[in-house]
């Protein structure tokens, strides 16, 4: 069964330092998520993207933040310059359009 | 704004013991809602979507159903290997993103 992966599983970096999480989205989705779980809270959406182009954001994805689809298979969220409270497990999720996204097993990200 | 609320935050259920989970939410104009099951340090696992108030979905020892204010995951006979962590989500007309509650954290002890 298709499934979304990500890589890597564990990210550890300096604050100030730039990041980027990858995803490889289900082969024939057009739609792409980032989401983020602070340890012990709730999973809160970043952003969304189809067509190349972000669909939605919340008010979490910052300029700081950026995604893009480098090629025809991976998705990415880029955190330029990280702080202590980007701390997180970040998962990508994937769908063909208005129906169920399905999620990665997610990039744990610690910010020291 | 959407609000999602799920309760219990924690339910202990000796196995085979029966319970229900709720999620209750408002939302401007629902296009659906989502449950989830997360184990600890796993990307949430797909479980049902809901899309209109009465609808009620089955998987095993899972069901869930839906009204305008509110959904219930019942669990039937529950095993040890149902323990997890349940998410509820809504997703507004206005939009895809979803919208997480804390979830449901679910013991069910031998």
Redesign the interface.
Known sequence: EPE?TQTPSHQVTQMGQEVILRCVPISNHL?F?W?RQILG?????LV?FYNNEI??K?EIFDDQFSVERPDGSNFTLKIRSTKLEDSA?Y?CASNRG?????????T?LLVL | EDQVTQSPEALRLQEGESSSLNCSYTVSGL??L?W?RQDP??????LF?LYSAGEEKEKERLKATLTKKESFLHITAPKPEDSATY?C?VQSNS?????????TSLLVTP
């Open positions: 979304v739609y998520y989401y809270q709730k999973v809160e959406f969304s669909s939605e919340s497990m998962f208005q129906e169920t996204q399905y999620f990665g097993p997610g744990r | 296009r659906g989502f989830y340090g796993k990307g949430p696992e797909f979507t998410l989500a939009g895809y993103a979803l919208n997480f509650g804390k979830g």
